[in-house]
Each structure stands twice: as C-alpha cells, then as structure tokens.
C-alpha cells in the first residue's frame, strides 16, 4: 500500500479535545464530523487538506479521551495517513481499526516542513520526503494490523474473517 | 510476573508473558456510555453478528449528556435503549438509575480484582483501583468485543510509583496524581502499566485510590492499579456475588522504571493552562477565577464533597464566582443529602447538579466564554476542554478548589 500526500504539521501532545471537540460528539455522520476536524487548534483545517494529506504529529499525538470521532474526522476530512514521533495508545488503536494507517518513526517532525510531497510504503516500512529527497525507516506494522488496514478496518476485517 | 502480566496471562490462558508481547485475551466486563454507545452500535451492526457475545458482561451507562440536552442526545439515547433492550442487557443504568460510569461501575459490583475490564471511555482505567486491569477503548473496538468478548493486547512494560510517609492535612491523593504527572509528564507513562505503592497507598481510601488510577491516562498510561488489599476486598465483597482473586506483583518482578515520591512533602498542586503536566504548587498562583467546579470521575466521591463541604460551611463564595457540585452518581447525592453536605453547597451560593460528566468536557452544561477561567476538580485542561477555545481551565483538589471558590481566586487551602 503506497500513500502519497503534501504534509500537515503540528506539535507535541495533540490531543483529542482540540482534533474534536466535545461539543461535536453528538454528530454521527462522519461528513459532518469531517467539517469540524482540529476545530481546537486549527479551524481552516479541512480546507487544507480535502485534497489528501498526509498529517506529520510530534510526540504523544492523539492523547486523551478515546473518542473514535477524533480520527473519524480527520479520516473523512482527507488525511491518508497520520506519522507522529509516537501516539497515544487508544489513538492508535482506533486509527487501525477505522482503517487510517497511523505509523510511528522517531524524529520524524525534524525531517518533514508544512507542504512538502510524502509518500509512505506501508508494507516496507518506508517513508519519502520527495521534496527534500529524504528516506527514512521506520518500524514496519505487524502483519496482523496490516491486515486490518488492508480490509479498510476492524469491522470489514471481522466481517470476512467469519 | 508483576500485576499486568499475571492478569494478562490469566485472561488469554497463558502460564508467562512478557513485555511487548501480543495477546488475545478474553474480556471479563465491558462498559459503554452515552457519547460512544451509539457509534459502538453502528460498527455491531456492521460487522453483522446477531447477538452479543454476553449480556451480563456489558455495562451501559448513561452520564455524557444527562439529562438529554438536545434532540440529537436525546436521539443517541433512544438508539441505545433500544439496543438494551434488544439484546437483553441486564446491567443498564439509565438516567436517574446511575451516575457518572466510573463511579456506578463498580459501586454496583462490576469491577472485580484480577479482572480485565475494557471501556469505551479513557478514563476506564480508574477501576485500577479495585485491583483490576482496566482500560479504555475506541467505539470499533469495542463493537469487536461485543462480538467476540475478545482483543488483542500488547503486554504493557510497567512503571512503579512508590509514595511512602503521610499526606498533610488538606492534602490529598489528587495533588499526589497531579505531582507524578508533572514530574513524569503528559507522555511519561505512554503504553505503560501503572502500579501505585507503598505506605501512603495503603492508608489511602478506596475513594482515593480511584481518583489516583483515574488520572493514570493523563500521563499516556494504559491503566493504573492498586494491588487489591484488605479494604479492596471489603469493598467489592459488599458489591458482588461472583468470586474474585486478589492479585499482586512477585517480589522478583521486572519493573522498567521507579518513580519515589513521599507524600509528606507534596503540597497542593495545581494543572495550569492547557496541558495536564503544567504543574506547580497552588501558592505560587494567584489567578482569579470565574467558575469553580467540583465533580467528575476524578472528584466527585463522598470524600471530596466532605472535604469540600468543611471549608464551605457557613461561609458565602465570592461574588462574581459560580461554583458547580456534581456528586459522582445518584447513591453519592443520596449520602451527601442525608449529612447535609447539599445544603451547604447551595447556602454558601453553590449549584447542586444531578450526577452527570457535565461541565467537564463542555457538553452541556457549565461552558465557559472566551476569557473565562474555571479551577475544576476534573483531568483535564485542554485548549476548549470546558467551553470556548479562549478559555482556560486549571485542575485541583476538591480543598483548593472549594478555599479558591471562597477567596474568588486559586489559592492554598493549607496556608489559609
């Protein structure tokens, strides 16, 4: 699986409260949680990445409440895939399971600017900033979550594997 | 084997794991609330099963949005009565019937020592404290779980916090969390087990203990624990009929970090704007507040409402200030009537909710303006957490934040 999109940055310990605040919890259609993706920090956000985009987290990205709609968000809003230096562990459960490849590489911010091409070789373990003509290795996803991330997420993964 | 392993291995039938190891385990209780029971639904029915893996393993609450505040909770909430009913769920606490789900899930005996217990809320883990590996999960997750009573694990790495000596008075097992996460910081525990001990978690109530394992998440952990005692066993034996094993780590156990903190030096703390590590001692603020809230899952129990109820008594908040009570469930409200403790509150210019999440994390009620400044006994501080995005909230104990109500600004409640 290759993913390919301009890069979104942000700093240390995002939290779930500013990707989506809790007053949008009520919503359940995931185009209108889309609408209201990093509403906490970052209001213009959809707009920047409806095209696809790769979003590049600092350290401890997603902490705090485990609310699914935070990577729901971000999902529909158009984000491919989100890299941080390392997620909060409920985050990253919920990424794999909504089937939003989320992947963990040190150092990472320092490597990648606002704007510059990513592309990411999931099964490798692979990431490309084309723009600044960098590879990095980072630590490839064990095969049983790759293979939930190939069915599209848990749910689709249970359901064929009945 | 320390506590996350021995419970980990027993739950996915296992004699020995190890760190970062992964493991399927079988889920003993599961619980799920308002605001991520009806996503959890959505996913149940998609993945197609018919049936629940057990009705009598899953606890629903409802707490987010209590009373329903809009036509869409109210919506939510119908959506999952439904599905209660349909699927025979035995252990549902509607409004009136509960409280706050990390407070009626185990004053109702369905938290268990030794037992691994998922939730679909972060805060999950404050069931640690009765000596059970609990932790929280997504809404998929969990619709996986109540297909298949099953998840996958990785065996967490443990970090050990050892308090010894004693608490000064109106200092409390909140300024002891708010210190170790402060020295630790927000991603200090991040995929770790947290294990509290020592003489100072010996004496701690079972009220205290919750509120320490509450705020395990707040620095990344994957759940918090107190090895179970005599006064856990007390506890959960009044609760429940089902039998329970006390567990402990081994004396040769491997730990990956120690963290020694002794709690006759902690002072009260304070978590400043906006993250839950920004902490300094409440003296060193001077801060005026517009809100005061004293609740959440965090907060509030019997003992910080007792707690709060002394420095109050007979006494007028500042003008200007507002000051919210949330007793954690409806037996909490119950108790705090019968000795009095609501009275105090509403005479000294208080108001008295029904037990509710509530103003915690701005869903409904008790929201903030740009340029306000609340001091909440609740976990969290974040950018907007309790209203306007320009708004800011700072964390305490029920002591500092019932001496700021009075003096309408942060303060030490020791030094008054």
């Known amino acids: ?162 | 084997m320390n506590i996350f392993e021995k419970i980990l291995a027993r739950a996915s039938g296992k004699k020995i794991v190890e760190p970062n190891e992964i493991v399927e385990a079988n889920i003993d209780m599961a619980m799920m609330h308002d605001l991520t029971g009806p996503l959890t639904i959505d996913s149940f029915r998609k993945i197609g099963v018919k049936k629940i893996w057990d009705p009598e393993r899953i606890v629903t609450i409802f707490d987010h949005l209590v009373p329903a505040n809009t036509i869409r909770a109210a919506s939510l909430h119908k959506t999952i009565r439904e599905f209660v009913e349909e699927q025979n769920i035995k252990n549902f606490y509607d409004i009136g019937h509960g409280g706050i789900c990390h407070q009626v899930f185990h004053e109702r005996g369905h938290a268990r020592p030794g037992e691994l217990i998922v939730g679909a809320d972060s805060h999950t883990c404050t069931y640690g404290a009765l000596g059970a590996f609990a932790t929280g999960i997504g809404s998929t997750e969990m619709a996986a779980v109540l297909a298949t009573g099953k998840m996958w694990f990785k065996v967490p790495k443990e970090i050990k916090i050892e308090v010894s000596g004693k608490f000064r008075n109106l200092v409390t097992p909140k300024d002891l969390i708010l210190y170790v996460i402060g020295e630790i910081g927000e991603g200090g525990a991040t995929y770790m087990g947290m294990e509290f001990v020592g003489e100072a978690i010996d004496e701690m109530s079972i009220d205290g203990r919750l509120t320490i394992c509450n705020m395990a998440v707040e620095a990344g952990a994957k759940t918090g624990i107190v090895p179970a005692d005599n006064k856990t066993n007390e506890y959960v034996k009044e609760r429940t009929d089902r039998p329970f094993t006390l567990v402990k780590s081994d004396t040769d156990a491997v730990f990956e970090k120690i963290v020694n903190v002794d709690a006759s030096y902690i002072v009260p703390q304070v978590a400043c704007p906006s993250s839950v590590d920004n902490v300094k001692p409440a003296s060193d603020i001077e801060t005026e507040v517009n809100q005061v809230f004293i609740g959440s899952c965090t907060n509030g129990r019997m003992e910080d409402l007792r707690l709060a109820a002394k420095i109050l008594k007979g006494k007028k908040i500042k003008p200007g200030v507002r000051m919210i009570v949330t007793p954690a469930s409806q037996d909490i409200y119950t108790r705090a009537m019968k000795e009095g403790l609501l009275e105090i509150f509403v005479n000294c210019g208080g108001v008295v909710t029904n037990a509710t999440c509530g103003p915690c994390l701005g869903g409904h009620l008790g929201l903030l303006a740009s340029g306000e400044v609340c001091l909440a006994t609740s976990n969290r501080n974040f950018i907007g957490r309790m209203g306007s995005p320009k708004s800011e909230v700072y964390l305490a104990s029920p002591a500092t934040a019932a001496a700021s109500a009075l003096a309408g600004k942060i303060i030490d409640p020791t030094l008054q």
């Open chain 1, 1 to 162: 699986m290759i993913i390919k999109g301009k890069a979104i940055k942000f700093g240390n310990n995002i939290n779930t409260d500013v990707i989506l605040p809790g007053k949008y919890l009520e919503l359940i259609d995931p185009k209108e949680l889309a609408k209201h993706a990093m509403a906490g920090i970052d209001p213009d956000f959809p707009d920047k990445v409806s095209d696809g985009a790769v979003l590049i987290g600092g350290k401890n990205f997603g902490c705090g409440s485990s609310r699914e709609q935070a990577p729901i968000a971000l999902k529909y809003s158009g984000v491919k895939c989100v890299l941080a230096e390392y997620f909060a562990r409920i985050f990253f459960r919920n990424c794999i399971n909504i089937g939003l490849p989320a992947i963990e590489c040190e150092n990472i911010s320092k490597n990648i600017e606002e704007g510059d091409s990513i592309s990411i070789d999931l099964e490798k373990g692979i990431i490309r900033n084309e723009t600044q003509d960098k590879s990095f290795k980072t630590n490839p996803i064990p095969e049983f979550l790759m293979s939930i991330l190939q069915k599209g997420g848990l749910i689709e993964y249970l359901k064929k594997g009945d």
